[in-house]
């Protein structure tokens, strides 16, 4: 049995099971959470995590290299924490996208990160596969 998360805590105060999703919502729920994680974050290991987050906010001189190194994090971690995949591949797409923000008014330019992660499950020998979006740095504002 996989747990959703974040984790229901007053359904346990409450008498309640905590929801619960199956193998593949846990692992998307597992690679999300290292995307999401700065290294030395996560108390119990502070190697968990993604170097995304290391590059957040500094110029983005060649956006391949970026790309790239990027990857190269995500795929190690996946590679160490998540033992529940085989054969994985992960992909990252950065683009530029023009977004409105409604607190300034403003229309800003930011990175958008595409993140995809094909891969096949252990246990069962099916395909996995993952995508999230996300932006990062503003860049300008119009």
Known sequence: ????????????????????CSLGESIAQ??????????????GDMNFG???????FQLMVKLDDYEQK????LLRAIE???RRLN???????????????TVSGNKEMKKQAAI????????TAEAFYF???FHLNPIISV
């Open 30 to 43: 597992h690679i999300q959470l290292m995307i999401e994680t700065r290294y030395g974050e996560h108390q």
């Open 80 to 82: 160490k924490y998540e």
């Open 116 to 123: 995809t992660v094909n891969a096949l499950i252990k246990e």
């Open 87 to 101: 054969q994985v591949d992960v992909n990252i797409k950065i683009s530029d996208e023009e977004v409105y923000n």
């Open 131 to 133: 995508r999230t979006e």
């Open 50 to 56: 993604c170097e995304i987050w290391n590059f957040d």
């Open 1 to 20: 049995m996989y747990y959703k998360i974040p984790l229901a805590f007053e359904n346990i105060f409450q008498g309640k099971n905590l929801p619960s």
């Open 70 to 73: 990027i990857r190269g994090s």
